[in-house]
Nanobody
Framework: VQLQVSGGGLVQAGGSLRLSCASR????????MGWFRQAPGKEREFVAA????????YYADSVQGRFIISRDDAKNTVYLQMNSLKPEDTAVYYC?????????????????????WGQGTLVTVSS
């Protein structure tokens, strides 16, 4: 199983970035996908998640209305469109996958529920 993350970089506050996470070795359409981030000196935190087949999506309060998670099952890829970026969004961003076919944010916001992780990509937002 491999999750390949790309799309990070340096952007000014107010700008946008799109992260991609391409999956290999998973029956992708049946998996819930999540994005998490970890800033220096802080714990890894939930950002967004999308259920299998994109039926539901969930967001942390801090990114609600600015970030959009989506998936393309034909390409085995999940995306995180990040708009109106703020310096506090600076972190290493990770994608993760879990085999789950139920909805409910409870099942998607905890890192420990995800057995598969990508390598992370650094997003730096300058003020």
């Amino acid at each position: 199983v491999q999750l390949q993350v790309s799309g990070g970089g340096l952007v000014q506050a107010g700008g946008s970035l799109r992260l991609s996470c391409a999956s290999r070795g998973l029956p992708f359409s049946g998996y819930g996908m999540g994005w998490f981030r970890q800033a220096p000196g802080k714990e890894r935190e939930f950002v967004a998640a999308i259920t299998w087949r994109g039926i539901n999506s969930y967001y942390a309060d801090s990114v609600q209305g600015r970030f959009i998670i989506s998936r393309d099952d034909a390409k085995n890829t999940v995306y995180l469109q990040m708009n109106s970026l703020k310096p506090e969004d600076t972190a290493v961003y990770y994608c993760a996958a879990q085999n789950i076919k139920i909805s409910g944010s409870y099942y998607y916001i905890t890192p420990a529920r995800y057995p598969y992780w990508g390598q992370g990509t650094l997003v730096t937002v300058s003020s």
